[in-house]
């Protein structure tokens, strides 16, 4: 992918738009605002997901703040010009995410020549077929990175309240329980929370933490707790050692909240085992 110098710079995109003479845009204007709007997607994408989902999404954006929608032309040389990783499975069409967090989820796929004139062009007819006309598995899989795209975009506009609050002294729990997310006002929870941290750490706006060990941090669960804690994990899809922290976590924010309640509603103190 191209670096950001190379991106906002419109007289190198106007160059490399107008070489493609397959290729079509409205406008300078239009196009500038695509490949930017493309760019701001893709390094938050941590997965391979069908094309036609990234323009749904850039023409969603694009309507919402009343800006001229981009046609098929413009899109496809704004992903050419990015330098993005386009592939085919089958009969659906990938583009690849930049986030550092990419995991590869389509192994086997084919990658396209995008140095080539003709493969833009016939890429740029591919999205013109409405999703209602596609199969029902390219369907589903649309509808899903329209989701995880717009949670991804969520979290990130979240980001700069969650590091105000941390700046302000607020803990995780304090974080996860105030700050509410997409049109649905949803909690942070945990694994939105590790995201929105990996972003900001990436973009410094806070510092990596000190993974030093504190010597007095090493403690020896019964076998009972041991194999509940293991169960969690298991249910949860983490480690151990994350289903731990959680586990109490859950039970400092219970703590908390009988203690705002009061002592009259407090619950007694558990009896403690040997």
């Known amino acids: 992918m191209r670096t950001v110098n190379e991106i906002t710079d419109p007289a190198q ?93 389509k192994r086997n796929r084919a990658l396209l020549d995008t140095s080539d004139e003709s493969v833009l062009k016939n890429l740029s007819a591919g999205l013109t077929r409405p999703n209602e006309e596609r199969g029902s598995v390219e369907m589903g899989m649309i509808e899903a990175a329209h989701k995880r795209m717009g949670k991804l975009i969520d979290l990130h506009n979240a980001m700069p309240e969650v590091v105000r609050r941390l700046n302000d002294g607020a803990t995780k729990l304090d974080v996860m329980r105030e700050i509410k997310v997409g049109i649905m006002r949803e909690r942070l929870t945990l694994t939105d929370y590790d995201t929105i941290s990996r972003m900001a750490r990436r973009e410094k706006l806070i510092s990596f933490r000190n993974r030093q060990k504190d010597p007095a941090n090493n403690y020896e669960l019964r076998a009972d707790n041991h194999q509940r804690v293991r169960a969690v994990a298991d249910r949860l899809g983490i480690t151990p050692r994350r289903a731990l922290n959680k586990i109490l976590d859950d039970f400092w924010a219970i703590t908390d909240k009988h203690r705002e309640l009061g002592p009259a509603n407090a619950a007694p103190e558990a009896a403690r085992k040997d």
């Open 13 to 105: 995109l106007l160059d490399f738009a107008q070489s493609k003479r397959l290729l079509q845009f409205s406008s300078g204007q239009t196009l500038g605002d695509t490949t930017a709007l493309l760019y701001h997607i893709i390094v938050l994408a941590d997965k391979n997901m069908p094309i036609k989902a990234y323009l749904d999404l850039v023409r969603q954006i694009q309507a919402n703040a009343q800006r001229a929608r981009c046609f098929e032309d413009e899109f496809t040389l704004a992903v050419a010009f990015l330098d993005l990783e386009v592939s085919k499975l089958g009969a659906i069409t990938y583009l690849k995410g930049e986030s550092p967090d990419y995991k590869e989820t």
